[in-house]
């Protein structure tokens, strides 16, 4: 089992800057892909950022040149950058880990509105 917690989310102007990090506990021998999802009110999940182990990245469209995503393979920890942020940003931000199967954080809530 592996355990993810999200933090950084919160309230934040339009244009602004957010830090998302997730922490991860438990079984992390060899996790493989690690991203962020993200989901807004009744909207579907979608992939926000993922990476690899080896630093290969992907963003969804919408984000492209504003988010960067990392990871530190030696503390299996993923951060998210989130640069000129729009409203269309306001969503719950879900960490995402895979190791053999899916899995997920609990969920951070990031609003962006003046």
């Known amino acids: 089992q592996v355990q993810l917690v999200e933090s950084g989310g919160c309230l934040v102007q339009p244009g602004g800057s957010l830090r998302l990090s997730c922490a991860t506990s438990g079984s992390i021998f060899r996790i493989n892909l690690m991203g962020w999802y993200r989901q807004a009110p009744g909207k579907e999940r979608e992939l926000v950022a993922r990476i690899t182990p080896g630093g290969t990245t992907t963003y969804a469209d919408s984000v492209k040149g504003r988010f960067t995503i990392s990871r530190d393979n030696g503390k299996n920890t993923v951060t998210l950058q989130m640069n000129s942020l729009k409203p269309e940003d306001t969503a719950v931000y879900y960490c995402?880990?895979?190791?053999?199967?899916?899995?997920w954080g609990q969920g951070t809530q990031v609003t962006v509105s003046s």
């Open positions: 995402w880990v895979f190791r053999m199967r899916d899995y």
